[in-house]
């Protein structure tokens, strides 16, 4: 288990073995012509927009988020899918409740956890922001970043969720991604201003002027604005493992750029197509997917009611030292698959998750360099 005190360990064993037991296998896809394995793209079906994704602890888990909705109006939901059997669980809502928690982890205001208007965008995991951590931007309800106690059975293959607590972010603030940082901070990209009109997007994807940037969040400190990280429409965000070192895609500024932290200095910036969101591969590369559309294509696919968007995509791996980038995947013009918006190393595969439909997909891992 991944716990700090025993009384913690006793109450989430038992959760997550209920977890377990009331985890639902995926369809089988091998007999399922209407997702089926095309070119060496294998979906997998009957998901609700799998937006983002991290790997958890043993690798034998990894963590989905079925997205709501910008604007908060659809519900949605965290799951994760099993190697090897395909078995997925629902974690958050869960369908038993979960045993109650003391919250105490983010703002001592926010001691209420979210409803069933839950909405999750992006979400984080790593040891560098805390490894019993899961961090969620939520849109439904309020828009913050709710906070979530993780436990992973010994053996790797079930999971439970407890929220411990939220940050709400500052009135206005219209947040799409964020990382766990030392000592109980966090960052979040702040896209846009909250309720933006689509006018008023694609004027700024035309002008490509800034529209956000990355703000941090600390216990003690509250909220400011990370210098050198205004930007068009920050997406994406990851951190380097030494905590030092902000990862910022900005869709419509078609860059990654790499800021430290603490001065705001730019260390390298990248071209790379409308960036969504990143992970780290395991040669150390940062994964950026990508869309090679426009916004208006974006959107089309968004408000589409359709198992999947035929919008195209690639993932660009990229030198976190230098930003130096290789391009190892390209899709989306043809079935089973498009409008990436993820890309993580699991199960000796490479899954990708989209911001619309009901499937994910996987393909071989990329090389190392």
Partial sequence: ML??????????????ILTASAATPLAPQATDEACAAVTGVTPSCGWQRPEDMEPLPGGRLLLISEYGALNGGVPGRLSTLRAGDGVRAVLYPA??????????????????????????????????????????????????????????????G?????????????????INDVVGLPGGALAVTNMVARGTAEETLFEAERSRAATGEVRAWSPGDGWRIVPGT?????????????????????????????????????????????????????????????HRAP????????????????????????????????????????????????????????????????RMAHVPAPAAP
């Avoid at 716990?3 to 997550?16: I, N, Y």
């Avoid at 079930?158 to 219209?174: K, Q």
């Avoid at 905590?243 to 730019?266: H, I, P, Q």
């Avoid at 993820?342 to 199960?347: I, K």
């Fill in 3 to 16: 716990r700090a005190d025993a009384g913690t360990v006793r109450r989430l064993a038992a959760w997550v």
């Fill in 95 to 156: 369908a038993t409740p979960a045993p109650p928690a003391t919250p105490g982890w983010g703002d001592p205001a926010c001691t209420t956890a979210p409803g069933a208007e839950f909405s999750p965008h992006g979400i984080h995991h790593s040891a560098i922001g805390g490894a019993e951590r899961v961090l969620v931007v939520n849109h439904g309800g309020r828009e913050a970043v709710e906070l979530f106690e993780l436990g992973v059975a010994d053996d790797g």
């Fill in 158 to 174: 079930a999971a439970a969720l407890t929220w411990r607590g939220c940050v709400e972010v500052p009135a206005g603030t219209w």
């Fill in 230 to 290: 205004a930007g068009g429409l920050p997406n994406g965000l990851e951190v380097s493992a030494d905590g030092t070192t902000l990862l910022v895609n900005y869709y419509f500024g078609d860059a990654v750029a790499a800021v430290e932290r603490a001065s705001g200095k730019v260390l390298w910036r990248a071209g790379v197509p409308a960036p969504d969101n990143s992970s780290w591969a395991a040669d150390g590369r940062l994964l950026v997917a990508s």
């Fill in 295 to 358: 916004l208006a294509a974006v959107m089309a696919c968004g408000k589409a009611a359709a198992e999947y968007c035929l919008l195209p995509y690639q993932v660009v791996a990229l030198d976190p030292a230098s930003g130096a980038a290789a391009t190892v995947l390209t899709g989306g013009e043809a079935p089973p698959f498009g409008a990436a918006t993820v890309a993580v190393e699991f199960d000796g595969r490479l899954y990708l998750g989209a911001y619309t439909g009901t």
